[in-house]
């Protein structure tokens, strides 16, 4: 009885979903080191150029955790809109405003210094902590390959408004980003 | 996979990016530093999504996308007006409001 109990127990652990995501185990911490590095420079490197390329491979390792959540379709938006636009913007940003692209010593204000890490720890650690209090062994169930047709029934069913309303936003954003840029 | 596991990677990028907004004192940067917390964000919608199996997590992190977006293109537009009137996107020196 109790044996059977065990390898029962054991079956379970094993087969709900946990010994076949090996491989996606791995490829996520692979990708979860490469992002924490990567953002760790953004708001440390000198080079305001080389935060911007740091912000790519964060931009593309979180790309690639929506598609270990089987969010193919926001993965896709996510390389595109991000990757493709954003740090674009980014670039051009940089260069309109004549930003060193050597290094540079004064992109950070030493006097926040402490002030910035007593923030990110305290928030850190009310995250991390309600986090691991919350949601200590919950496995994400990853069901069918039907996540674009559910997204799209979503987008354009209970949430065409919304959808809409954020497509005048775009536009408001577009024109209001043309008149505030514009010389006169 | 456990949820934790993106939840808690998703927890040191909005630490890293909120790091970043109050270190940092070029305009630009701070953006890019708005752009993690955000993307902190969307990842844990997309975890929360999937954890509930269903499709409304991956249609508000498509939102957070789109807002970013706007977000990023006015926020450029308004640090360019400033290097433009100031000539330094030095935003500790954008202090008229200060008594």
């Given at each position: 009885m109790i044996a059977?109990?065990?390898?029962?127990?054991?079956e379970a652990a094993c087969s709900a979903s946990d010994c076949p995501s090996v491989p996606a185990n791995i490829a996520f911490g692979i990708t979860a080191a490469i992002m924490i590095y990567a953002a760790f420079r953004v708001v440390t490197t000198k080079n305001i150029v080389h935060a911007a390329l740091f912000l790519v491979l964060v931009l593309s390792g979180v790309g690639?955790?929506?598609?270990?959540?089987?969010?193919?379709?926001?993965?896709v938006t996510q390389i595109l809109v991000y990757v493709g636009a954003i740090i674009v913007l980014f670039l051009f940003g940089i260069m309109l405003t004549r930003a060193p692209l050597g290094r540079s010593d004064d992109l950070d204000n030493p006097r926040n210094r402490p002030a910035g890490i007593a923030a990110a720890l305290i928030s850190l650690v009310v995250l991390a902590g309600s986090v691991i209090a919350t949601f200590s062994d919950?496995?994400?169930?990853?069901?069918?390959?039907?996540?674009?047709?559910?997204?799209?029934?979503?987008?354009?069913?209970?949430y065409l408004i919304?959808?809409?309303?954020?497509?005048?936003?775009?536009l408001a954003a577009l024109i209001g980003a043309i008149v505030l840029a514009r010389k006169d | 996979m456990l949820l934790n596991q993106f939840l808690l990677l998703s927890a040191v990028l909005f630490c890293i990016g909120i790091y970043g907004v109050v270190v940092r004192r070029n305009g630009?940067?701070?953006?890019?530093?708005?752009?993690?917390i955000?993307?902190?964000?969307?990842i844990n919608l997309v975890a929360?999504?999937?954890?509930?199996?269903?499709?409304?997590?991956?249609?508000?992190?498509?939102?957070?996308?789109?807002?970013?977006?706007?977000?990023?293109?006015?926020?450029?537009?308004?640090?360019?007006?400033i290097y433009r009137n100031r000539h330094s996107i030095d935003i500790d020196e954008l202090d008229e409001l200060k008594g």
């Open positions: 059977s109990f065990g390898t029962r127990a054991a690639v955790n929506f598609l270990l959540l089987q969010a193919e379709f926001v993965a919950t496995e994400v169930a990853l069901d069918g390959p039907n996540s674009v047709e559910a997204v799209s029934d979503s987008i354009f069913g209970p919304p959808f809409e309303v954020l497509s005048v936003l775009l | 630009v940067m701070v953006l890019m530093s708005i752009e993690l955000l993307n902190a964000v969307n929360f999504g999937a954890n509930t199996g269903t499709p409304m997590g991956q249609v508000f992190s498509l939102f957070v996308i789109a807002v970013a977006a706007a977000e990023v293109g006015v926020g450029l537009a308004i640090v360019l007006l």
